[in-house]
């Protein structure tokens, strides 16, 4: 079997994990959540109002607009950041990114013998790196 067909049977893998199916699930109410949907789209709408209005000379802002369209933005950014759908999928996104970081950081001490930079030479937190085949030749040389 070559590489690039194990990466898929191992993506295949990855897709089981809690983490993808809690993403996959959060990811279906977040794309179904019509009044979240309308929240983000104002809100992009008002963001471009803002960057509109920055773009022009300071003599040629309006401060009043300013003003009321950053109340509008961080009324919008409460009613978004509140809602249920939101907060489950930024959750799994973080929890997703955790996860390939893990896999990568895995796959790279596995193939280049680097530890990741998170290590924290505790092995009892880790799921496995480089450190141990390290610590293992170390222990190696000095029984000789």
Not at 33 to 44: P, T
Not at 78 to 83: E, G, K, R, S
Request: contains cysteine; glycine residues 4%.
């Amino acid at each position: 079997m070559d590489v690039i067909r194990l990466a898929h049977t191992f993506g295949e893998s990855i897709k089981e994990t809690p983490e993808l199916v809690a993403y996959f699930r959060a990811k279906t109410a977040y794309d179904a959540d019509a009044d979240l949907a309308r929240l983000l789209f104002e809100y992009e709408a008002q963001r471009r109002v803002l960057a509109r209005e920055f773009e022009q000379d300071a003599a040629e802002q309006h401060p009043d607009l300013i003003a009321a369209v950053r109340d509008r933005l961080s009324a919008l950014a409460a009613q978004i950041a509140d809602d249920p759908a939101y907060r489950d999928y930024e959750a799994a996104k973080r929890s997703v990114n955790e996860l390939m970081q893990r896999i990568n950081g895995e796959i790279s001490a596995t193939v280049f013998g680097v530890i990741p930079a998170a290590c924290t030479h505790d092995c009892s937190t880790c799921a496995g790196c480089a450190s141990r085949a390290a610590e293992e030749s170390d222990t190696d040389g000095a029984d000789a």
